[in-house]
C-alpha cells in the first residue's frame, strides 16, 4: 500500500487542522492506519491509531480529547481531525499502515507515508 499525506500548515494556538491520508493499493481495509509525529530534534512517537473496522481507536494521552482518527472507506483515506492546537504539536506527522491489527510502536509498521508538517504558533 502506497500512502500520501497531506493537509498541514501553520495555525495559531487553539486552532484546528485536518490530515488526510490517502491510500492506494488494495484492500485498504485490512489495513490498521495510524498517525505518528516528529518534532524537531525528538524520536518519532505515536499520536492515534483505528482499526482495520474503524471500531477501535487509540490516542497518546498528550492528544486525546483533542484529536480524532477516522477513516473513510470509500476514500481509501484515513483522517485525523486536530482541535485545540498547542505549540507543542509542531511536528512532521506521518501516517503508517500494517496488516490487520494495530500498534503504538513505530516499528510495527510497514508502510509510511511522506509527512505533513504542522506548525502551531503561540
Known amino acids: 500500500v502506497q500512502l500520501q499525506a497531506y493537509g498541514g500548515g501553520l495555525v495559531q494556538a487553539g486552532g484546528s487542522l485536518r490530515l488526510s491520508c490517502a491510500a492506494s493499493?488494495?484492500?485498504?481495509?485490512?489495513?490498521?492506519m495510524g498517525w505518528f509525529r516528529q518534532a524537531p530534534g525528538k524520536e518519532r512517537e505515536f499520536v492515534a491509531v483505528?482499526?482495520?473496522?474503524?471500531?477501535?481507536?487509540a490516542y497518546a494521552d498528550s492528544v486525546k480529547d483533542r484529536f480524532t482518527i477516522s477513516r473513510d472507506y470509500a476514500k481509501n483515506t484515513v483522517y485525523l481531525q486536530m482541535n485545540s492546537l498547542l505549540p507543542e504539536d509542531t511536528a512532521v506527522y506521518y501516517c503508517?499502515?500494517?496488516?490487520?491489527?494495530?500498534?503504538?510502536?513505530?516499528?510495527?509498521?510497514?508502510?509510511w507515508g511522506q509527512g505533513t508538517e504542522v506548525t502551531v504558533s503561540s
Open positions: 493499493g488494495r484492500s485498504f481495509s485490512n489495513y490498521g
Open positions: 483505528i482499526s482495520m473496522s474503524g471500531l477501535s481507536t
Open positions: 503508517a499502515a500494517r496488516l490487520y491489527t494495530i500498534k503504538t510502536s513505530t516499528d510495527a509498521y510497514n508502510y
